[in-house]
C-alpha cells in the first residue's frame, strides 16, 4: 500500500524510516518543514504540501501527533480531498471520544478510520519492535496488517474504535507506576551510597525487571533526561486516564502533581524519568 507519514517528531520520524526500509513509504508531511527534509534526505519520500494533498496520493496514512486537537485537525485536513477506501491510522496517543469523532469524520467521506496506539518508546519506534494496539473494523485492520508489520513487533486487535486508546490507557497508568518506582528505588539506592550502574545491572536480571529501568536507569542517575517521552505529553496522557475513570486513580493524581511540578520548574519538554529530579534532592 502507497503510505504516508504524517508528524515526523520522535515516534514518527522512526516509522517513516521502517516503512521506507519496507519498500512502502511514498510521501511525507511535517508541519515544521525542516523535519520532514531531514527525513526526505535519507528516503526521497515526497514531501506533501498539505495532509489534504497526501490523502489524494497514498492508500495508508500514518498520523502521529501530540494531542487530541491536534488529531482532530489533521484528520479534517485529510478529509478535505481524502479518496474512497484510504486507510487513516492514528498512532498518537488520544482519548477514545477523539478516535470516535476522526472516524465519523473519515466515514463520512467513505475513508476509514484506525486508533493504533503504540507502546515501545523512541527505542522501538526506530526499531520497528512497536506494540499496537488497534480499534475499529477487523477487516480494515486485515487490510493494513501487512504494511503495518514494518513499524510494529506485535499488533493486537481490542475492539471497535476506542478500544485502542482506552488499552493504551491502561498501558500509560501501568508506565506511571512503574516511574514512580524506579525513580524512588534508585534515589533510595543513591542515598545509601551504592554503586547504582551495578544495582541497575543486576536488578535488571531479576524479578523488578523492566523495560524503564533497563533503558532509563544508568541515564537518569547520570543526570540526562533526553526524551524519549516528554513529560508534558504523559502528563496529557494521564489526564485522559483521571476523565476515563469513574474510581480514584491514587498513582495517576499523584504522578500528575509531580509531572505539573516539573512542569512549572521548566522541565516539560524532558524525558519522564525527569521524576527522579524530584525524587533525589
Ligand atoms: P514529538 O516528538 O513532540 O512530536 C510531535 C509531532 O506532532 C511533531 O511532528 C509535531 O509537528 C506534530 N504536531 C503536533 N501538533 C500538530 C498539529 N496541530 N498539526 C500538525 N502536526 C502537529 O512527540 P512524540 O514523542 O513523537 O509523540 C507523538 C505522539 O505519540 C503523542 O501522542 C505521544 O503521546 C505518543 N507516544 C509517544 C511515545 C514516546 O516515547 N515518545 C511513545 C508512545 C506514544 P512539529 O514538528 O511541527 O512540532
Known amino acids: 500500500m502507497k503510505t504516508g507519514v504524517i508528524g515526523l517528531g520522535a515516534m514518527g520520524a522512526g516509522m517513516a524510516l521502517n516503512f521506507h526500509k519496507a519498500n512502502v513509504l511514498h510521501a511525507i508531511w511535517n508541519r515544521t ?15 506533501m504540501g498539505s495532509p489534504a494533498q497526501m490523502a489524494q496520493q497514498c492508500d495508508l496514512i500514518v498520523t502521529c501527533v501530540s494531542r487530541d486537537d491536534d488529531v482532530l485537525e489533521v484528520v479534517q485536513a485529510i478529509a478535505e480531498q481524502v479518496k474512497k477506501d484510504v486507510i487513516v491510522v492514528d498512532t498518537s496517543t488520544v482519548s477514545s471520544q477523539t478516535a470516535l ?11 476509514h478510520f484506525l486508533d493504533c496506539p503504540v507502546s515501545g518508546g523512541v ?4 526499531k520497528g519492535t512497536l506494540a499496537m494496539m488497534v480499534g475499529g473494523e477487523q477487516a480494515i485492520l486485515d487490510k493494513a496488517r501487512g504494511t ?19 488499552c493504551k490507557a491502561v498501558n500509560q497508568l501501568m508506565v506511571a507506576g512503574i516511574n514512580q518506582a524506579v525513580t524512588e528505588a534508585l534515589a533510595f539506592g543513591k542515598s545509601m551510597g551504592l554503586n547504582m550502574d551495578r544495582v541497575v545491572d543486576i536488578v535488571s536480571t531479576g524479578a523488578a525487571a523492566n523495560w524503564f529501568l533497563e533503558h532509563r536507569g ?9 526524551p524519549g517521552f516528554k513529560v508534558n505529553l504523559h502528563h496529557k496522557d ?35 524519568s525527569a521524576l527522579f529530579r524530584i525524587k533525589y534532592q
Do not use: F, W
Not at 508489520?149 to 486508546?165: L, V
Not at 486513580?249 to 516539573?262: G, N
Open 33 to 47: 518543514r525542516s523535519k520532514a527534509d531531514a527525513i526526505a534526505a535519507e528516503t526521497a519520500a515526497a514531501i
Open 148 to 166: 503495518l508489520a514494518a513499524i510494529t513487533g506485535n499488533i493486537a486487535y481490542i475492539g471497535p474504535t476506542g478500544c485502542g486508546q482506552a
Open 123 to 126: 527505542e522501538g519506534a526506530r
Open 101 to 111: 469523532q476522526a472516524a465519523e469524520i473519515l466515514k463520512n467521506k467513505g475513508a
Open 218 to 226: 544508568k541515564t537518569m542517575l547520570a543526570g540526562t533526561y533526553t
Open 238 to 272: 494521564l489526564t485522559i486516564c483521571q476523565k476515563m475513570a469513574d474510581t480514584s486513580l491514587p498513582i495517576v493524581a499523584m504522578t500528575l502533581a509531580h509531572y505539573q511540578q516539573l512542569m512549572d520548574d521548566g522541565y516539560a519538554d524532558e524525558d519522564i
